[in-house]
């Protein structure tokens, strides 16, 4: 079974920084793409990032050149790197896994797997 658990959610002032983690397990296949989602109040999942099996990143245009999504080499740990923080920022972070070879598209329908989220607040 996937498991994906999310950490290093907080509260942090605008233009400041925060790490988010997440840790993966029961992923056996060798294609698949690992990224990030976030949910506001009110507001529709909106894709943040992601990774290929390769290595290759992808980002959602409200976060190109703040945020930055990497994994560890074994791929059982996701970051996503935070920088420039903006108020509209604030939302519930997903982590999200799906079986394919190509990671551009951030329709949240097409992941399988889902982490339970952790809360970032920007002020």
């Known amino acids: 079974q996937v498991q994906l658990v999310e950490s290093g959610g907080g509260s942090v002032q605008a233009g400041g920084s925060l790490t988010l983690s997440c840790a993966a397990s029961g992923i056996t296949s060798s294609t698949n793409c690992i990224g990030w989602f976030r949910q506001a109040p009110g507001k529709e999942r909106e894709g943040v990032a992601a990774?290929?099996?390769?290595?290759?990143?992808h980002y959602g245009d409200s976060v190109k050149g703040r945020f930055t999504v990497s994994v560890d080499n074994a791929r059982k740990t996701l970051y996503l790197q935070m920088n420039s923080l903006k108020p509209e920022d604030t939302a519930m972070y997903y982590c999200?896994?799906?079986?394919?070879?190509?990671?551009?598209?951030?329709?949240?329908?097409?992941?399988?797997?889902w982490g339970q989220g952790t809360q970032v607040t920007v002020s």
């Open positions: 999200a896994a799906v079986q394919r070879d190509y990671c551009w598209s951030f329709r949240a329908a097409e992941y399988n797997y």
């Open positions: 990774i290929d099996s390769d290595g290759s990143t």
